[in-house]
């Protein structure tokens, strides 16, 4: 073979390898999107089945709960999705159901930010901040604020992003602070109470820090804020965080004051660990009385929802009453208990809580009801 073929010969190899090589790439972006590469049927468990029914649920396609188990509910969520997008229906959830599943999600995420909801990003993964930008948004239209994109929410969403399609000139969106009043945004905005009412369908002059408003067109580059330290509704909801950015604020170690959202009543904690919630202890034997106070005398697993300030923040939370685990603190409680923030998760597989690791819908109610988005 001559000197000239052999170089052909290596050129054209080397350009076949840098084809695979691409088309490796491709895919493993493509599978990193769509959630996996695999395909998920009966029987089949773990972290990808635990996102697609994530994402399914919160689409209005009910899986029977979210626990990372393929089981016949989810079979048929993902065959009444597979019919509304036109695929073949099975039942199974392979790379084409995932990545039309990640397509409308990240669709869903574009539209959400785009009106003023921000989900921390377009990935299409129905995250912790997803949920929690679709329950404001829920919440700002008067809407059942269950951070489901059922009908209304869908057409809701629609006419928004229309709306915004049609008049993108002067829109501002303003994240309510603390101290703020409505009072005080209108005169910073240059706009009046009722123009900021009327375009966030408010029924009254109580907002919440962390809410989003609509500035009416007539507003204007804002003016130095107001210095004045009047809470805005006295602290009466939480701010809605997620879990991943809840355990940054509230670190190990660190104490937090407690108010429980039905009695008022206060008391301190201490940290101990957790990683998918806050494993915490009273700080003292008087914080346990009070503790135990806010739950009639007797521990209890029941959830309560509560506020957890902390590093000058109030953070929407829901917690147990029940001592069990480790103790480190002499305080008359034997053990510690555990606080749920947005979408954080039980510890799983043990004799607290047997079951696999997942989002507690009770304790989910609770952080919402702590945020003003149910009663």
């Not at 009910?62 to 997008?85: E, H, L, M, R, W």
């Amino acid at each position: 073979m001559s000197n000239r073929s052999v170089m052909l010969a290596v050129v054209f190899l080397a350009g076949l390898l840098l084809a695979g090589s691409l088309f490796i790439t491709a895919g493993s972006a493509y599978a990193q999107g769509a959630y996996s590469d695999k395909d998920l049927a009966l029987g089949t468990y773990g972290e990808d089945v635990r996102q697609v029914q994530q994402c399914l649920s919160h689409l209005n396609y009910n899986t029977g709960g979210i626990d990372g188990i393929y089981g016949p509910q989810t079979v048929s969520a993902v065959s009444a999705f597979q019919k509304d997008q036109q695929l073949v229906i099975d039942g199974i959830a392979g790379p084409e159901t995932q990545w039309a599943l990640f397509k409308i999600v990240s669709q869903l995420q574009k539209d959400l930010t785009s009106v003023g909801f921000d989900t921390k990003g377009v990935d299409g993964c129905f995250g912790p901040a997803t949920v929690s930008a679709v329950l404001s948004f829920q919440t700002a239209n008067k809407l059942k604020a269950d951070g489901i994109v059922g009908p209304e929410t869908k057409k809701a969403l629609e006419q928004a992003v229309a709306a915004k399609k049609a008049n993108t000139s002067a829109t501002v969106v303003y994240i309510v602070q603390k101290g703020d009043t409505l009072s005080e945004i209108a005169v910073r905005y240059k706009t009046t109470v009722k123009a900021i009412k009327d375009a966030n369908k408010l029924s009254s002059d109580l907002i919440k820090v962390g809410q989003k408003l609509v500035i009416p067109s007539g507003g204007s580059t804002p003016t130095v804020p107001s210095t004045s330290t009047t809470p805005s509704r006295q602290g009466r909801f939480g701010e809605l965080v997620p879990w991943s950015e809840a355990q940054k604020i509230f670190k190990v170690g660190m104490i937090a004051t407690i108010t429980d959202f039905d009695t008022g009543l206060t008391y301190q904690v201490k940290r101990l660990g957790g990683s998918n919630h806050a494993d915490v202890e009273p700080l003292t034997a008087a914080d346990t009385a009070k503790m135990k106070q806010a739950y009639h005398g007797e521990w209890s697993w029941e959830r309560h929802a509560i506020l957890v300030t902390v590093a000058g923040r109030t953070i929407a939370a829901s917690q147990n009453g029940m001592p069990h685990g480790t103790s480190t603190i002499n305080n008359n409680f034997p053990g510690h208990f555990c606080i749920h923030f947005l979408g954080s998760m039980t510890h799983g597989n043990n004799q607290w809580a047997p079951s696999p690791a997942h989002v507690d819908a009770a304790h989910q109610a609770m952080v919402r009801k702590a945020a003003g988005l149910s009663s």
